[in-house]
């Protein structure tokens, strides 16, 4: 049963700490509080508030997309409340795919792994598509090279990957900077969003609250339903609560990243205060300003009306307010930016881990002597994400994205009690109120959200996940460092 070994935590702690205490390079202890708190709102605040919300406001739940946004952020925050025992406990690079190493097994620790690489790879193509198209519009660039539809290569997504691929390669330090700034602009313009459109807020707009539930179209039926509603028989349907429940799985895509957060415990200078103040301020942060620009979209104009492509500038538009259409642009540009670099760094970070234990070769894993950054696999990373956000449009894919967020989530829940179980004796800095109660509440509110995403999302992720289990079978399970050790 080699497959479940797992890692001493004592040297998954010795070694972060080790690294660089040779005269060798290792990562940089620069980042505080507030640093890890900005990359959270960075990664979090973007694609899923600017897109997400007209988009499943029209599909799935009518206004009722701000329960949908209240109900995936408390689920997230459970999660978050999981993440932030496990970090301050074990501060180590790789957050999930770290923790499960530890705890529930190797085969587990790869699944994890392989599964964040391609949340944050598709995730940050997505998102790198949509920036070239909020830019396009701004600046009435060719569609051509910069739109979504008519476009061979995607010009702009391939050059904004590129030039933060180099940011994130040359500085932590330097990317916590740019982050920070990126996200003052974006939230300072989501208050805005919520002030101003306020005053725009139709009550008949809001009614009824949660349309009530009708047989979904031909685009919503076979493999585009639901798990929940193939499992049990149900007539594909749209609206109602289950509409509300299936828009609460998608919009969870808006949430996702704030792991990231976990994957810089190397790299912080107090991790054991620092990431549970981190992880768990993005969340709050996020939730706040999600619910309360969902409610002003929805209150400004009928649901049936919304953008789907630019729903918060076109709502301003709608009530003649084009100025504050222009001011919402500036803001996507902005956050998309932050959300594609803290993705990139994460990326690199997430590898770093798992090529340090072997799972994949060692010399990916390289840090630069200078930067203090694992530079060779942030550069695969992000050709790689160039490639993908140039050539294939991916905006569908938003599912994909959250499926893995959430698989990872899932795991991560089940750590806590694990890890309590196995080693009682861990020092805890943060510890998870009501475990296992609500570990166990956490995963499964994870995996109910899961299965109300659609089949063909499900057999998308299983074939992802079989491609791993290969690498993994013919490579990993022999040539990484545990397996060495004992031989």
């Known amino acids: 049963m080699s497959v479940l070994r797992t890692k001493p935590i004592k040297d998954v702690i010795a070694q972060s700490q080790a690294d660089g205490e040779d005269g060798g390079p290792g990562l940089k202890r620069r980042l505080g509080a507030r640093d890890l708190t900005g990359f959270g709102i960075g990664i979090v605040i973007g694609t899923g508030i600017f897109t997400l919300t007209g988009l499943e406001a029209r599909e799935h739940a009518g206004p009722g997309v701000v329960v949908s946004f209240a109900i995936a952020g408390l689920v997230a925050l459970l999660a978050a409340l999981c993440y932030a025992e496990l970090a301050s406990s074990v501060p180590a690079a790789g957050s999930a795919y770290t923790y499960a190493y530890a705890t529930m097994g190797e085969i587990v620790a790869w699944i994890i792994g392989w599964d964040l690489l391609l949340e944050f790879a598709l995730g940050s193509a997505v998102v790198a598509r949509g920036w070239s198209g909020y830019l396009a519009e701004l600046f009435n660039l060719p569609a051509a090279w910069f739109g979504e539809e008519g476009s061979v290569v995607n010009v702009g997504a ?38 101003a459109g306020a005053f725009f807020v139709k009550a008949t707009n809001l009614t009824p609250f949660i349309p009530p539930a009708e047989e979904a179209g031909a685009g919503e039926t076979g493999l585009r339903q639901p798990v929940t509603q193939a499992i049990f028989g149900m007539e594909p349907s749209v609206f109602g609560f289950a509409g509300v429940l299936t828009a609460a799985a998608v919009v969870f895509f808006a949430y996702t990243g704030f792991e ?135 905006t569908a ?61 499900w057999l998308r992720f299983l074939a992802w996940m079989l491609l791993g289990f290969l690498i993994y079978l013919f490579y990993g399970r022999r040539r990484n460092r545990l397996a060495q050790h004992k031989s």
Not at 173 to 188: D, P, W
Not at 426 to 432: I, S
Request: glycine letters at 8%; hydrophobic letters at 60%.
């Open 158 to 195: 391939i050059g904004i990957v590129l030039l933060l691929g180099v940011v994130a390669i040359v500085g932590i330090r330097e990317s916590a900077r740019l982050t920070n700034l990126l996200v003052l602009v974006k939230v300072a313009i989501c208050v805005f969003v919520i002030v």
């Open 260 to 394: 990231a957060v976990a994957n810089l415990g190397e790299e912080t200078r107090n991790p054991r205060r620092d990431l549970p103040l981190g992880l768990l301020g993005t969340l709050l942060v996020a939730t706040v300003l999600y619910i309360g620009v969902s409610l002003v979209v929805v209150g400004m104009v009928p649901y049936d009306e919304i953008d789907r492509g630019a729903p918060i500038a076109a709502a301003f538009e709608s009530v003649g307010a084009g100025w504050a259409a222009v001011l919402v642009s500036i803001a996507a540009v902005a956050g998309l930016t932050s959300v594609i670099l803290v993705q990139l760094v994460a990326m690199g970070r997430i590898g770093f881990a798992v090529a340090r234990d072997g799972l994949i070769p060692p010399a990916v894993a390289k840090v630069h002597p200078r930067w203090g950054t694992p530079y060779r696999i942030t550069a695969m990373m992000t050709v790689l994400v160039a490639l993908l956000a140039g050539f294939l449009p991916l």
């Open 397 to 457: 894919l938003a599912d994909l994205v959250s499926i893995g967020a959430l698989c990872a989530f899932v795991l991560v829940s089940l750590a806590v009690p694990i890890l309590r179980r196995t080693r009682p004796e861990l020092d805890r800095p943060f510890t998870v109120p009501f475990s296992p109660v609500l570990p166990i509440v956490s995963a499964l509110a994870c995996l109910y959200l899961m299965l109300n995403l659609s089949v063909e999302t």
